[in-house]
């Protein structure tokens, strides 16, 4: 069955611009979490749906916001861009929560880029 | 609040040594563990999970609750388990989940 898909997989965007990435779980998947991984600070998470709910979220400004769709597809929004905001963006699924049997499965990320 | 510890940052063992890879956790409530591996150019990929109790490609991990640690072991290391390898807790606050990572540690097999 297919993975989790991250588009697009590239971004260049300016410093003040926005962008939205896009992520589509593991069919069947209904929670979709997202995570910042950088050199600097790893992996931190950022927050986490299920059915079109936000359950939890992690310590990052306003600026960055997600949403849920039916379909369980989630996008993530970051506003006003600065230059630290570049990293690995990497969306993750799992099948429902709590999952306290299973892992989560990750998609390969959309690298963005701040100039 | 939750805390992952990973104290190496680099591990470089020859192939057939064995191998160890520290992971010491801070947690009140009661801990759901993973190792996640990343290989050169791949996705992030669930290794092991500490509930199932299984063994993955030769690696185990044993919860220890009494020193808060959840190592990962392999009796003989070999070229292909080069990696980067994550431990992660699942701490399950306010009805939601959420993975804390560790800073990794990159494991070098060498011939």
């Known amino acids: 069955k297919a993975g989790v898909t991250q588009t697009p997989r590239y971004l260049i965007k300016t410093r003040g611009q926005q962008v939205t990435l896009s992520c589509s779980p593991i069919s069947g998947h209904r929670s979709v979490s997202w995570y910042q991984q950088t050199p600097g600070q790893g992996l931190q998470f950022l927050f986490e749906?299920?059915?079109?709910?936000?359950?939890n979220k992690g310590n990052f400004p306003g600026r960055f916001s997600g949403r849920q769709f039916s379909n369980s597809r989630s996008e993530m929004n970051v506003s006003t861009l600065e230059l630290g905001d570049s990293a690995l963006y990497l969306c993750?699924?799992?099948?429902?929560?709590?999952?306290?049997?299973?892992?989560?499965?990750f998609g390969s990320g959309t690298r963005l880029t701040v100039v | 609040a939750q805390r992952v510890t990973q104290p190496e940052k680099l591990l470089s063992v020859f192939k057939g040594a064995p191998v160890e890879l520290k992971c010491n956790y801070s947690?009140?409530?009661?801990?759901?563990l993973f190792w996640y591996v990343q290989y050169s150019r791949q996705r992030l990929q669930l290794l092991l999970r500490?509930?199932s109790r299984e063994s993955i490609k030769g690696f185990t991990a044993d919860l220890n609750k009494g020193e808060t640690s959840f190592h990962l072991k392999k009796p003989f290391a070999q070229e292909e388990d080069s990696a980067m390898y994550y431990c992660a807790l699942r701490a399950s606050t306010g009805g939601g989940n959420k993975l804390t990572f560790g800073t990794g540690t990159q494991l070098k097999v060498e011939l």
């Open positions: 993750a699924s799992s099948p429902y929560l709590p999952d306290s049997l299973g892992g989560y499965t």
């Open positions: 749906y299920f059915s079109e709910t936000q359950r």
């Open positions: 947690y009140s409530g009661s801990p759901e």
């Open positions: 500490h509930i």
